[in-house]
C-alpha cells in the first residue's frame, strides 16, 4: 500500500507556508488526465485499426470490470483495513469500492471511444449505485486506509465522471448533483496528504468546479515532487518542504527507508519496492497531466526533469531482482509496473527528449496492465498521444 511517510498535513495548512493564487479562469472540460482531442486522437487510431490502440481497446475484454456485465456492489460505510492485523477480517466494500471506480471509468472510455450508450448507460448506474449509498470509510487498525483509499477511488471517480459529463452521455443533472455532493463531502475531506490523494483533490477540483482548491493543491503539489525524487543539485539529502515535520537530516533518512545512496533520480520509495515507487511516479505523472490540460505545462520544467530521471533510472531495473551495488544495495523488491506511458508521451513524443531506457522498457509492457488501485488503460489514452 502506498503512504508517503510525512506527516498528515491539511491542505490548508499548506497556502499558510506558500503562497497560493487562486485560479481566475475556467476549468477545461474534459480535462482530468484525458481531454477530448486526445481521446479523438485515440478514436481515429481505432478507426483504422492502428497499433497499439487497437490492442490496448482489446485488452478490455480480458478484464471483468471492464464490461458492460460488471455490476456494482455499494455499501453505505467503506472498511479498510490493515491485512496483517486481526481487524483485516473485518474488511468491507474496499475492494468493491476500487473495483467499481475503475469499471465506471473503462466504461467511460468505451462510451468516449465507440459512441455505443451501454457503456454511458453503465457507468452512469455505477455512480448512481454509490452516491445514493455510501455515507463514509472507516478503519481501526491504520486510519491512514481511510485517506488511500479515497485517495485511489476519488481519482478514479473523477476521472471517469468528467469524461461522461461533458461527453453528452445522458447523465441527469439530479445524478451529476448527487455524485458531485459524494465527492465533495465523502472524498474530498481525506485526500489532503500525496500522491494519490494530491491526484485525486486536483480531479475532484476540477470536476466541482472549486478554483481555491485546486491552486491549494497545486502549490502543494509543486512542493511534493522535488520532496518525492532527488536531484543531484538537491545536496546531501533530499529537499524537505515547508510542511514537512522532518527537519533533520536524520529524520529525512528515515522516510527513505534509511538508504542515504541518494542517487539522481532516485525515489523516496525505491528502496522500500518498486511497486509503492511506481505508484508515486504514477500519481506524478497523472497531475502533470491534468496540469497541461489545464493551460500549465510542467513537464519543461525541474519537475519535468525529476520525472525524467526517476523514469530512466528506474526503467533498466523495472522488472525487480539484482541491481548495481549503489542502487538500493543491489536488491529490488516487487516491479514498476506499467508506470511509465503517460510520462513518456509528454516528454519524448511531446518535448523530444532521448529516453532510451523508458523507451525500451514502455513498448515492452505494452498494452500497459491496469492495477487494482487507480491505474488503467495507459497506453490506450496515452501512447504517441500527440493532441
Known amino acids: 500500500m502506498h503512504l508517503s511517510s510525512f506527516l498528515f498535513v491539511s491542505l490548508a495548512a499548506v497556502s499558510k507556508c506558500s503562497p497560493v493564487q487562486t485560479r481566475q479562469n475556467t476549468f477545461t472540460h474534459p480535462g482530468i488526465f484525458v481531454s477530448k482531442p486526445q481521446l479523438d486522437f485515440v478514436k481515429s487510431k481505432l478507426t483504422s485499426k492502428a497499433e497499439p490502440w487497437t490492442s490496448a481497446y482489446k485488452a478490455m475484454d480480458s478484464v471483468t470490470w471492464a464490461k458492460t456485465t460488471w455490476a456494482p456492489k455499494p455499501i453505505a460505510t ?16 474496499c475492494k468493491d469500492e476500487r473495483y467499481d471506480a475503475l469499471a465506471a471509468y473503462s466504461m467511460a472510455l468505451r462510451w468516449a471511444l465507440t459512441g455505443d450508450a451501454q457503456f454511458s448507460k453503465k457507468a452512469i448506474s455505477i455512480f448512481d449505485a454509490w452516491s445514493g449509498v455510501l455515507k463514509g470509510h472507516l478503519s481501526t487498525s491504520a486510519p491512514e486506509q481511510v485517506g488511500l483509499q479515497s485517495g485511489w477511488v476519488g481519482t478514479t471517480w473523477a476521472r471517469a ?43 475532484i477540483a476540477i470536476f466541482l468546479d ?32 515547508a510542511w514537512s515535520n522532518y527537519k533533520t537530516e536524520a529524520r529525512v533518512k528515515t522516510l527513505w527507508q534509511d538508504d542515504v545512496s541518494y542517487f539522481e533520480g532516485r525515489t523516496q520509495e525505491s528502496c522500500r519496492d518498486l511497486e509503492h515507487a511506481s505508484y508515486g511516479i504514477e500519481s506524478i505523472s497523472h497531475m502533470m497531466e491534468t496540469a497541461r490540460i489545464q493551460g500549465e505545462d510542467l513537464y519543461g520544467t525541474e519537475m519535468g526533469t525529476r520525472l525524467e530521471k526517476a523514469l530512466e533510472v528506474h526503467a533498466p531495473y523495472g522488472d525487480g531482482g539484482s541491481a548495481p ?30 529516453m532510451p531506457n523508458t523507451k525500451k522498457y514502455t513498448e515492452a ?20 498521444n500527440t493532441a
Not at 174 to 202: G, H, K
Not at 367 to 380: G, H
Open 365 to 384: 509492457k505494452r498494452p500497459a496492465k491496469p492495477n487494482s488501485l487507480f491505474t488503467a488503460w495507459e497506453t490506450l489514452t496515452h501512447a504517441q
Open 161 to 203: 465522471a468528467e469524461i461522461i459529463r461533458y461527453t453528452n452521455a445522458g447523465w441527469s443533472a439530479s445524478s451529476i448533483a448527487a455524485f458531485s455532493t459524494m465527492l465533495r463531502d465523502i472524498y474530498l475531506p481525506q485526500t489532503n496528504l500525496s500522491s494519490v490523494m494530491l491526484e485525486a483533490t486536483q480531479g
Open 210 to 241: 472549486d478554483s481555491t482548491t485546486y491552486s491549494t493543491v497545486m502549490a502543494r503539489f509543486k512542493q511534493h515532487v522535488p520532496s518525492y525524487i532527488y536531484l543531484e543539485k538537491d545536496g546531501a539529502y533530499p529537499v524537505i518542504p
Open 325 to 354: 551495488s549503489w542502487f538500493c544495495k543491489g536488491t529490488l523488491k516487487l516491479t514498476l509496473n506499467s508506470a511509465t506511458e503517460p510520462a513518456y508521451n509528454a516528454l519524448v513524443t511531446r518535448l523530444g527528449k532521448s
Open 78 to 93: 467503506v472498511r479498510c483495513e490493515d491485512p496483517g492485523t486481526p481487524e483485516y477480517q473485518l474488511e468491507a466494500g
